[in-house]
Each structure stands twice: as structure tokens, then as C-alpha cells.
């Protein structure tokens, strides 16, 4: 997918988000975040940006189980390939998965509608369409 320098350098949310561990205890781990028009990125240390993990949007499926305790928010980000990622974020201030899911949302409708003009071009540039698309015509 094209899409401008503005669009990919534009950032929606930052600030901070515990992810659950992969390791056998599950510790929960406060990290920075960073939500972009086309990825999250997640660092261990708020001073050293230079070290992180991106999570591209294009590579997540769902945002799923969201449950609200008193204290906070806790969901879970269903990659393509099905491997599940706990967060949880403090449920005072405008919590994280409301925004990741609008963003995943505005991400997937810019995909559709690229990937619409795209198959749009392809048919007007290949030669001999014309003559199909009148023969399917009532």
C-alpha cells in the first residue's frame, strides 16, 4: 500500500501500556508506546527510543477481550498468524484499545480502497476488457 510521508510519520497516541511477558511468570512489563497510521511501536525505555518492537498494523487481526476491572482495561491483539499479545492500560485515562481498533479500522479501509484502484487500473489498462464487460451488460 502507497501511501504519503505525512501519513506514515503521523502519530495518534503515545504513552504507556504494560504488555503481558512470553515468559513462563507473565510478568506484566510497562512499556512506551508509540500508535502510528500503519504500525505499533513499543520500547522498554522512554529515553532510548532506539530499541523497540513494531507491531505493523497490516500484521494485526483483531483487537479482542476487552475486560474493564476496577483498576484497568486489559485486551488482547490477535495477530494474522494467530498469536495472541495481552496489554492492559490504567482505565482512568482514554485507554489504548479503542484507539489501536480505530486505527486498525482507518488501516484497513485505506488497504480496500488502494486495493480497489488498483484492480480498477489493472482493467482499464489490459486491453480486450471493454469487449468482456459488454458481453456480461443485460
Given at each position: 500500500?502507497?501511501?504519503?510521508?505525512?501519513?506514515?510519520?503521523?502519530?495518534?497516541?503515545?504513552?504507556?501500556?504494560?504488555?503481558?511477558?512470553?515468559?513462563?511468570?507473565?510478568f506484566?512489563?510497562?512499556?512506551?508506546?508509540?500508535?502510528?497510521?500503519?504500525?505499533?511501536?513499543m520500547?522498554?525505555d522512554a529515553?532510548?527510543?532506539s530499541?523497540?518492537?513494531?507491531?505493523?498494523?497490516?500484521?494485526?487481526?483483531?483487537?479482542?477481550?476487552?475486560?474493564?476491572?476496577g483498576?484497568?482495561?486489559?485486551?488482547?491483539?490477535?495477530?494474522?498468524?494467530?498469536?495472541?499479545i495481552?496489554?492492559?492500560?490504567?482505565?482512568?485515562?482514554?485507554?489504548?484499545?479503542?484507539?489501536?481498533?480505530?486505527?486498525?479500522?482507518?488501516?484497513?479501509?485505506?488497504k480496500?480502497i488502494?486495493?480497489?484502484?488498483?484492480r480498477?487500473?489493472?482493467?482499464?489498462?489490459?486491453?480486450?476488457?471493454?469487449?468482456?464487460?459488454?458481453?456480461?451488460?443485460?
Amino acid at each position: 500500500m502507497i501511501m504519503s510521508a505525512a501519513e506514515i510519520c503521523q502519530v495518534l497516541k503515545e504513552g504507556e501500556l504494560e504488555k503481558r511477558s512470553d515468559n513462563l511468570l507473565q510478568f506484566w512489563k510497562r512499556k512506551t508506546c508509540v500508535l502510528t497510521t500503519d504500525s505499533l511501536n513499543m520500547y522498554a525505555d522512554a529515553q532510548k527510543r532506539s530499541k523497540g518492537k513494531e507491531l505493523k498494523l497490516q500484521s494485526i487481526k483483531k483487537v479482542d477481550c476487552v475486560e474493564r476491572t476496577g483498576k484497568f482495561v486489559y485486551f488482547t491483539i490477535v495477530t494474522t498468524d494467530n498469536k495472541e499479545i495481552d496489554f492492559r492500560c490504567s482505565g482512568e485515562e482514554n485507554c489504548w484499545n479503542a484507539v489501536i481498533t480505530m486505527a486498525l479500522i482507518d488501516y484497513q479501509n485505506r488497504k480496500a480502497i488502494q486495493d480497489f484502484k488498483t484492480r480498477q487500473d489493472n482493467e482499464s489498462a489490459s486491453p480486450g476488457q471493454e469487449e468482456r464487460r459488454m458481453a456480461r451488460a443485460p
